[in-house]
């Protein structure tokens, strides 16, 4: 496909981003290392593939785009990345993200911003945020990232790429850093949707070192649809909100339009608990959170930042208060309070109960004939840097409309749908749990019709 | 009670860890062996390194259940594993992999005997699966902790007891009970030394007739069987002091130090009082079929109370020896073999509990004759061709690996008993002219001389002489 150099030239060019954490003359030497050992019969025979930084390879150091993990190199790869070589695919470097995938906007990362693509000024989501603008420039076809609320989608959105987040259990979690490991799972970024889908279907399928990966095989891709006759897509009026963006709506209505246009019957469908599916999300993923970077801790890997410690405690305090940035340390606080002896019932585990009522509210619209829901990805375009970092709360409503996918363990895809201003609007595609087939026939048919760089 | 403080009763609840015998740790494929060089059997599962995922080992949950069977509890269908989280240098996710609000295992039952009230029946309260810790060094070093972490990720199970125990005897007789049926189902070597068993005490005092329990503490760090009786006792006889003293019981943990023998409060710094448990997101719930339990329990050995009450009936064995025999599933199979390779029951039972049992003691617990062999030498002894004492030297020779079968060897040692009447005719009449006081004191109703002769008889044969023959020629002679 293409040669080792060509792709680390094209990375090259698009340094300006500050997108990719892997030093240019390291990754050039690596591209040319790799595409000589590279299998010529795999199906992805010399695709260039960026991984986010919080997936573990030998090749380069893991980061998480964190100052605790600054030139950690890792003993062992995650299985995704043995799946992707095994292809013939290229690792083409590690992207910037938002620090242990904690955010909404790769602000978030002890390596600096992400610049979006069209705009410097704005960002390009998070918090894969560094493999969504690589894809955007053009800079390669495909990269993975972690989706844990949204952390795919919301930046493919926000960069007018594809984003696909599988099924939980679709995609081995081995050699993924934990964030929120019941949310967790590994996404995909691409041109097309067959570019994500191409590089889906390699990473995709049972794996004995992750016990909450499923036993099946990878997944098989689908043919492009004629049209979409005989597909039931259910529009649920939560995620349409009075409030919405209008120009996030006007495009909204358009692929609904062409939806229909295509012969998908459309209804409107209610998930009645949505509303509570952010304070959940916020509970939930920061417990496991506060849990899963126990671990980083300056005993036995990573920097120490105390030169003399005179004990264990004083060794913790320091190494984790320097180590850790602002926005992880908030996630460890909550997390670590909201599992703490009296509080655990009136919070974890309220929330647990409240996770059930949304994974039931989608399978009551599934179980009443709906095949997929339609929803924006977001509720608006691309925001300016800086807008939403002094209040957290309104950074966690971008994830409003992607959360639920992860609450609920379903697949999920949001592709370009329309631009306003010129900043690409994303729709999404909910999709049942392990059927990626229909999800991604349904992206097809959207894909072909939909003006993606067009005002709606 | 005991030799217990008078006035008071001892309330006693045991949290006993006891290490699985597996060959891998528990969510890893790393040797679980111990001994190994610090940090040789470590990888990035239980090393904790970032990306790193769990997977359970199957054998391990086997034994475990095996365990949970053999102790009478409840298996359940589905259990949850849980995160523990603290912070400690040995422990390198900053969690331990536990089970907590669904254990795998609850409401079994364990009868030992209890050195003050015959018969008792603890509680399991539960059963739970988790996996150790690593080990910290504090002395390998000078001012500095070494840590290592082939320990870390060694599957375990936890068996939690009520408050059944009044005093450390008793506790000392259940955690003698619970070892041996362990042992007996072999999934664990439960050595206290190698750190394959370990003991939690929750100890509290209280006036006999009161219903509710006192503050209790707990008390850790009991190293080995020698100490629990030691450490409980003095920890129970500390709250007492306190209690007669006017002063209140602090509910806290007591660390036992065995070489002052006393306890010690932990620094509360040292204490995580709160280990912020929740479902372990990385496995998804433990769901055991019924074919699966079913297939543990019927893997389950005969257990020790059952052999035991077994041998009384089929052996017509009394209850101690039965005990005696039963004490190791070892020497039960042992027993059995002589028996079932021709000897007397009661016979048998006499030359294990005495002979096979003193010589393992003295040679590593090994049961060095073959139970052919035993079962030969008893059939010489009741054949009348061996003495009893003879009979011991050749259990000693064939013990030693010298010479093959006991006949041979007796042969070689010149101690087949001679039961010709006129050899014996021979040395009884050296014996009687060389001890004519005796002779006349005999004549003259002294009749327990006998035995006296009877010995000179064997001794002058070189313990070749048929007891029984001798003793019948010196009655005719001394007529």
Partial sequence: MSDAKAVADRLGKVKRLNALLTPATELRKSLVAQAAAARATGVLYGMPVALKDN???????????????????????????TKLKAAGALIAGKTNCDEFAMGSSTEHSA??????????????????????????????????GSDTGGSVRQPASFCGVVGIKPTYGRVSRYGLVAFGSSLD???????????????????????????????????????????????????????????LDPAVRRACDRAVRLMKEQGAAVREVSLPHTSYAVPTYYVLAPAEASSNLARYDGVRYGPRFDGAPVDIRALYRATRGAGFGPEVRRR???????????????????????????????????????????????????FKAGEKLADPVSMYLSDIFTVTANLAGLPALSLPIGRVKGLPIGGQLIGQAFLE?????????????VPATEEP | MGGGPVGWETVIGLETHVQLRTA??????????????????????CLGLPGALPVPNGGALKLAVRAALALGCTVHAKSVFARKNYFYPDLPKGYQISQYEQPLATNGSLSFLSPERGLVTATIVRLHVEEDAGKSLHDRFPKATAVDLNRAGVPLIEIVTGPDFRSPQEARAYLQTLKQVLEYIGISDCDMEKGSLRVDANVSVRRPGDGALGTKTEVKNINSFAYVEKALGVERDRQVALLEGGSAVAQQTMLYDSKDNAVRAQRSKEESHDYRYFPEPDLPPLVLTDEFVAEQQALLPELPAAKRERFVAQYALSREHAAVLTASRAVADYYESVVHAGAEPRAAANWVMTEVLADANDHQEQLRVSPAALSQLIALVKGGTLSNQAAKRVFVE??????????????????IQVADSSVMAGWVTEVLGAHATEVTRYKKGET????????????KSNGKADPKLAQRVLEEKLS
């Fill in chain 1, 332 to 382: 460890i606080l909550v997390g670590t309070y909201v599992l703490s002896a009296g509080y655990y019932d009136a919070y974890y585990r309220r929330a647990q109960q409240t996770r059930a009522l949304i994974v039931q509210d989608f399978r009551n619209a599934f179980d009443r004939g709906v095949d997929l829901l339609f929803t924006p990805t977001t509720p608006s375009p691309a």
């Fill in chain 1, 185 to 243: 799972q590994i996404g995909v970024f691409g041109r097309s949707v067959h570019d994500a889908a191409r590089v889906l279907s390699v990473i995709s399928g049972r794996d004995p070192r992750d016990a909450t990966c499923e036993d099946r095989d990878p997944l098989r891709l689908p043919t492009v649809p004629e049209s979409l006759q005989g597909f039931v897509i259910g529009l649920p009026r939560e995620y349409f909100p009075s409030d």
């Fill in chain 1, 437 to 449: 087939d229909e999800l991604l026939e349904a992206a097809y048919a959207l894909e072909r019709v």
């Fill in chain 2, 448 to 459: 327990k001389l006998m035995a006296f002769f009877v010995g000179q008889v064997m001794r």
């Fill in chain 1, 55 to 81: 997936i573990c390879t030998l090749e380069f150091t893991t980061t998480c785009g964190s100052k605790i993990l600054e030139g950690y190199r890792s003993p062992f790869e995650a299985t995704v990345v």
């Fill in chain 2, 24 to 45: 891998s740790k528990m969510f890893c494929g790393c040797s679980a062996a111990f001994g190994a060089a610090p940090n040789t059997h470590v990888c990035p599962v």
């Fill in chain 2, 398 to 415: 064939v013990a030693g690996g010298r010479g093959g079968d006991p006949r041979t060897v007796a042969e070689a040692l010149g101690v």
């Fill in chain 1, 111 to 144: 390596y600096g911003r992400v610049m979006h693509p069209l705009d410097k000024a704005r960002v390009p989501g998070g918090s894969s945020g560094g493999s969504a603008a690589l894809v955007a420039a053009g800079a390669v076809p495909a990269a993975l």
